[in-house]
């Protein structure tokens, strides 16, 4: 009953940028947090990047000092932006609603978006 539209993956060259971007929709009530998981090939799920509501962000190590995730919680829109990109953070990049509660409902629960391929090469 949550819907993904997620955006902005593609190649980008090693030392560039890129700006991911992920709305929800659906009946929703609320969401407590949204934010950013990839999985590269052969490697588990693992967060890059998530902030709540209220605006509390964590990052994950790997990504700390060169990513920013914002939100527009009026859009339940999460944005994340990755700067200095390295072939390491190539992967598949997850949408995740955390906690979510709709009108459909009233137990909150996670919902995750399709994915989108970032690639980062020469």
């Known amino acids: 009953q949550v819907q993904f539209v997620e955006s902005g993956g593609g190649l980008v060259q090693p030392g560039g940028s890129l700006r991911l971007s992920c709305a929800a929709s659906?009946?929703?009530?609320?969401?407590?947090?949204m934010g950013w998981y990839r999985q590269a090939p052969g490697k588990q799920r693992e967060l890059v990047a998530k902030?709540?509501?209220?605006?509390?962000?964590n990052y994950a190590d790997s990504v700390k000092g060169r990513s920013t995730i914002s939100r527009d919680n009026a859009r339940n829109t999460v944005y994340l932006q990755i700067d200095s990109l390295k072939p390491e953070d190539t992967a598949v990049y997850y949408c995740?609603?955390?906690?979510?509660?709709?009108?459909?409902?009233?137990?909150?629960?996670?919902?995750w978006g399709q994915g989108t391929q970032v690639t980062v090469s020469s």
């Open positions: 659906g009946s929703i009530i609320r969401i407590y947090a």
């Open positions: 995740l609603a955390d906690s979510v509660t709709t009108m459909d409902l009233q137990t909150p629960r996670d919902y």
């Open positions: 902030i709540t509501t209220g605006g509390r962000a």
